[in-house]
């Protein structure tokens, strides 16, 4: 007896031992890039002048105002999403996966051509004037509530759409036969079965709020500051990284708070299903009008029009249609004003995404693989769900943040990546790991594990079984975790802001130069390189979502 068992416990621990080799990249990724600089932050802003800060009449100014907008772009964005979902995930109508699809846009938009598209779209508010709005349109706080309600909209629609769609409808339909309105079903019976939905989005919406930083900086004119601004305020303008510390924990101890509502009253996590067409929903008839009008008016006046007076406005000069501001991306800007071309600055976008896709791909997909590796086998869950945790926590720590410990932490020995190009890559590379790990990990877990056995008996080795099984059965997952990669990359601003200076400028940098600078032919190149992002894109979910028409195509 004691030949077997020896043999079998060889066997396991031959395997392990390469399990644990491979562990070690994903979690030397995380504890270099993410506990490393944390710790730093922390170790600065617990100096001694934390409590006067943190004390300041401009910190809990700034800490008010980060909160009250956050909860109340929070509240209308819920509020909006529950008709558009009960329309969407419920009825049926012609060109329901066209105003879909354009309604998930805004979710996968950089937050600065968020900026910019409302920006833009406030030049106009002389027509709101007239119409009695003036008020509301001349107050740049409510033009940040209206940018991060159109921001977040799309995300709140989809996880509480898809949470609605599993839901079975004959229970709505038999209360109604029984003499219910519907107002009453939703209230009784839709909504509270919706209730664990609602609480994990409402809580991820308000964590993106509070670390809100493009849409704060440019459209509250300087004049309005959330704690993510005065954390750039104190780095870049008064070079004082304690208080910058100080105020980046206090951000996180908000985040932290997020996090908590959603573990506690939610499920921590938001499924983001489209539309089963498989599914058979009644027609949308007169009775549902309560619902259509606020989401046809979302979709329209919220949604539709900031989008196209965005790209109207990227061809037009002097009042007259022209591809000039297009072709003004070759050069600086009026007067000379930026550093490289708008050119130059997207291929050092490009490649920043190049590196931080091929980074995060690698090491999330390394750590999805052996997340559902340990989760079947592991004696002890509580080791799976402690290495999950370890490495989504970034996730919950703002770009702003991520870009200040680096700042501190990577500018002397012994890793002095300050002064490279490669330091934002790594942020970004950083913030894209939960993300990727999040999307591959159920597809991983989902395989049919009587398949791979199979292959084992029929002789195929692990390479094998991995890389025509496996890999196969999860590269959808793979192309839409690559796909979001990019749009993370892309757009990313709060770290950008503060590690790249010079010709090391990205799209979202030479924007806000672009933005913030007077000057018709400054404002118009930013139009035309905010409409080449938009594009961009609206491209690569068409290109995820295409792969997964094709996928459906063949499994049919």
């Known amino acids: 007896m004691a030949g077997p068992v020896v043999r079998n416990l060889w066997l396991t621990n031959r395997l392990r031992l390469p399990r644990v080799a491979l562990w070690a990249v994903p979690l030397c990724f995380v504890a270099v890039f993410f506990y490393w600089p944390a710790v730093r932050l922390v170790s600065l802003g617990t100096g001694g002048e934390m409590w006067s800060v943190l004390a300041e009449p401009k910190t809990l100014a700034a800490a008010w105002f980060t909160v009250w907008q956050a909860a109340l772009s929070t509240a209308i964005s819920i509020a909006l999403a529950i008709p558009a979902a009960l329309i969407f995930y419920r009825r049926s109508f012609a060109g329901q996966k066209f105003w879909l699809a354009l309604l998930t846009l805004p979710m996968v938009l950089p937050s600065i051509v968020v900026a910019i598209m409302f920006a833009s779209h406030r030049e106009f508010h002389q027509v709101y004037q007239q119409l009695g709005f003036g008020w509301f349109y001349e107050n740049p706080h409510y033009w940040i509530v209206a940018a991060h309600i159109f921001f977040n909209f799309s995300l709140a629609l989809r996880a509480i759409g898809s949470a609605w769609s599993s839901v079975e409808q004959d229970i709505e339909n038999a209360a109604e036969l029984d003499g219910a309105g519907r107002f009453r079903v939703l209230l009784q019976i839709s909504l509270p079965q919706l209730r664990t939905a609602i609480f994990s989005v409402a809580a991820l919406v308000f964590l993106y709020c509070t670390t809100s930083f493009g849409i704060v900086l440019v459209l509250g004119d300087g004049l309005v500051h959330s704690i993510e601004t005065e954390i750039a305020t104190a780095a870049l303008q008064f070079l004082d990284l304690e208080k910058a510390a100080t105020l980046a924990l206090l951000q996180t101890v908000i985040s932290l708070i997020a996090f908590l509502v959603s573990t506690r009253f939610g499920s921590g996590q938001v499924s983001l299903e489209s539309i089963d067409a498989d599914q058979q929903r009644p027609k949308i008839t007169s009775r549902d009008w309560a619902a259509t009008w606020p989401t046809a008016i979302v979709a329209i006046a919220l949604i539709l029009v900031p989008m196209l007076g965005l790209v109207g406005r990227a061809f037009l000069v002097d009042g007259s249609v022209s591809l000039q501001n297009f072709i003004n991306l070759l050069g600086r800007g009026e007067r000379q004003l930026l550093n ?11 490649r920043n995404l190049l590196v931080a896709t091929m980074l995060a791909l690698i090491i999330g997909f390394i750590a999805a693989y052996l997340l559902s590796r340990t989760g079947r086998e592991a004696d002890s869950p509580w080791l799976t769900r402690s290495l999950d945790f370890a490495l ?35 942020v970004q590379a950083l913030m894209a790991v939960p993300l990727i790990i999040r999307v591959v990990y159920p597809a991983l877990i989902g395989i049919d594990r009587q398949q791979l056995e199979s292959a084992e008996l029929d002789g195929a080795s692990a390479w094998l079984r991995f890389s025509l099984i496996e890999l196969g059965i999860v590269r959808q997952a793979v192309i839409t975790a690559v796909a979001f990669t990019m749009i993370v990359s892309l757009g990313e601003f709060g770290a950008a802001t503060l590690l790249t200076f010079g010709d090391q400028a990205t799209l979202p940098t030479v924007l806000y130069q672009l933005i913030s600078r007077p000057g018709g032919q400054n404002f118009g190149m930013a139009m035309a390189t905010a409409s080449l992002i938009l594009l961009v894109s609206f491209s690569l979910i068409a290109l995820a979502a295409r792969k997964q028409s094709w996928r459906r195509s063949g499994a049919s």
């Open 340 to 350: 490289i071309s708008v050119v130059a600055a997207a291929g050092n976008s490009l």
């Open 392 to 426: 989504l926590l970034p996730v919950g720590v703002s770009a702003v943040v991520l870009g200040l410990g680096y700042l501190v932490t990577f500018s002397t020995p012994p890793i002095a990546l300050r002064s490279s190009w490669l330091v934002l890559p790594l």
